[in-house]
């Protein structure tokens, strides 16, 4: 399991809303216990969070059965089992959820199928929670969890209320997801196997295409045209972050119907940022909205970091971009339950 370090503002102490503070999925809604096949695998143990949080029954079953997630696993309450077998599947449950991983050969999806029990994917699950949600996807090569956790976290933190899921785990959280009481689903999205295409949000992010996952795609051609193909599902009112540096990425953006927004380190970008320079605590820089025929291109606001990685700014940099095309909104609040005022960032028009 990936830990992700993440800056101090964004690390405040985690814990989940009680039932009246949670927005229960319209999908979850008749579904009251769930049984995950490959619960520690990428992605699934912020499933199993998730359904935890609306309070839903968790049980699963994995070939891992060591080390701390293991154990936290088990604090929780949830009964999980080393290995697969098909006793292991309460007979009771309403749906089995598997990753990418299990095959229909596994015994606890043979024994769901013989009792009639409903069995969906992971990413199966989690495109139907989307169509119920305001969903923000971040997908690209690499970046995705770092991406995906720092905008979670700090949407989170500056009293937005997302739900998360992420394939790492978050530092200072012990989370790799949650379930929020707001609108908000924030969704690391992955190419492999092109799962990412079950997935229709409002809002995506392409942060770059390059040569990878060769067991699935033959080359970066290839690959594109799955990210162009994930680029026609997003949202026509929505909009789709990208690269600018990114030829293949700027190829794929070209099938979506959404509005297109770039960011980059450079100039010709919608969005840039630039000025980086590292502080005692982190990194400093500044951002920049391009402008148009009327008015001049402009320097938005100083971003300070105090996380202890050199993240890209381009990282950072999804968050006010995301919040401003989702809220139209002239400030976002980052100031989270630390109070650090360095991460009030006002985005002005």
């Not at 520690?40 to 049980?59: P, R």
């Amino acid at each position: 399991m990936t830990h992700l370090q993440l800056s101090s503002v964004t690390t405040s102490s985690f814990m989940p809303g009680n039932s009246s503070q949670i927005n229960v999925n319209k999908a979850l809604k008749s579904i009251s216990k769930v049984h995950l096949v490959g619960i520690c695998g990428s992605g699934m143990k912020a499933l199993a969070e998730y359904l935890s949080d609306c309070g839903i029954e968790v049980s699963g079953s994995d070939q891992s059965h060591t080390g701390p997630l293991w154990h936290t696993m088990q604090q929780r309450g949830w009964k999980i089992h080393h290995g697969h077998r098909g006793e292991y599947l309460p007979k009771d449950v309403e749906l089995l959820v598997y990753s990418p991983a299990i095959s229909d050969r596994n015994p606890e999806r043979v024994s769901a199928q013989e009792l009639g029990i409903a069995q969906l994917s992971y990413t199966e699950l989690l495109g139907k929670l989307l169509e119920h949600e305001t969903g923000f996807c971040i997908s690209g090569t690499h970046g995705k969890s770092t991406t995906t956790a720092m905008l979670g976290s700090i949407l989170k933190d500056s009293r937005q209320n997302p739900s998360l899921f992420v394939g790492a785990e978050l530092c200072g959280r012990n989370r790799s997801g949650w379930a929020g009481g707001g609108e908000i689903m924030v969704v690391e999205s992955c190419e492999y196997r092109r799962h990412f295409l079950n997935y229709k949000p409002k809002f995506a992010a392409i942060l770059g295409i390059e040569a990878d996952h060769f067991d699935c795609y033959a080359n970066v051609e290839e690959a594109t045209q799955a990210y162009a193909e994930f680029a026609r599902n997003v949202s026509p009112e929505g909009v789709l972050l990208i690269a600018a540096e990114s030829e293949a990425t700027a190829k794929a953006a070209a099938a979506a119907s959404a509005k297109v927004v770039t960011f980059s380190s450079v100039a010709s970008a919608d969005w840039w940022a630039t000025d980086v320079r590292q502080t005692p605590t982190g990194q400093r820089f500044r951002v920049f909205l391009k402008g148009n025929s009327s008015r001049r291109s402009k320097s938005i606001f100083p971003v300070n970091t105090t996380s202890p990685m050199p993240w890209q700014p381009q990282h950072w940099l999804i968050t006010p971009v995301a919040h401003r095309c989702r809220f139209e909104s002239p400030s976002l609040d980052l100031r989270g339950s630390s109070g650090d005022s360095s991460m009030l960032v006002p985005i002005a028009g």
